[in-house]
């Protein structure tokens, strides 16, 4: 491969990504990256900030920013660990547990499932999973 064929895929990658990630937003209403943190928080029940961050590898102003916007819309409660100042515990709030607990059953949610579904074949969709974790895996 050459360095303009490389350019051009991860140029692909990122319209693809762009595209998929407001479509997403535009179904469920919501950011991906906030819903994976309230699907997180939802198999993992309250953790602190910091570990958050870890697991799903997010850096800190962006966990931050994140977990900001969620508060603000009431989905989870930060609180300031008190054995530990500096930790701050994320717990769900009960309208996002339910929010979470809704995926795939409302409508707009179905839209995005299904068209993904007619788009792709199951083997595909493995495919797709199987290349992009090897190239999250990827280093130089």
């Known amino acids: 491969m050459e360095?303009?064929?490389?350019?051009n895929l991860l140029y692909r990658l990122k319209m693809a990504d762009l595209n998929m990630t407001e479509i997403f937003k535009g179904q469920t209403n919501i950011n991906?990256?906030?819903?994976?943190?309230l699907l997180f928080l939802h198999r993992h029940?309250?953790?602190t900030q910091t570990?958050?961050?870890?697991?799903l590898q997010?850096?800190?102003?962006?966990?931050?920013?994140?977990?900001?916007?969620?508060?603000?819309?009431?989905?989870?409660?930060?609180?300031?660990?008190p054995e530990n100042?500096?930790?701050?515990?994320v717990e769900l709030t009960q309208m996002a547990k339910e929010t979470v607990g809704n995926c795939g059953r409302e409508?707009?949610?179905?839209?995005?499932v299904d068209k993904f579904n007619d788009s792709f074949s199951p083997e595909e969709i493995k495919q797709l999973s199987e290349l992009l974790s090897k190239l999250t895996k990827l280093e130089l």
């Open 85 to 89: 100042n500096r930790e701050v515990v």
């Open 107 to 112: 409508p707009g949610n179905k839209v995005l």
């Open 32 to 37: 991906l990256t906030r819903y994976v943190l």
């Open 58 to 81: 997010i850096n800190g102003s962006a966990i931050s920013r994140h977990l900001k916007g969620l508060e603000n819309k009431g989905y989870v409660t930060r609180i300031r660990n």
């Open 45 to 47: 029940g309250k953790m």
């Open 3 to 7: 360095i303009e064929q490389l350019i």
């Open 51 to 55: 570990d958050i961050q870890r697991e």
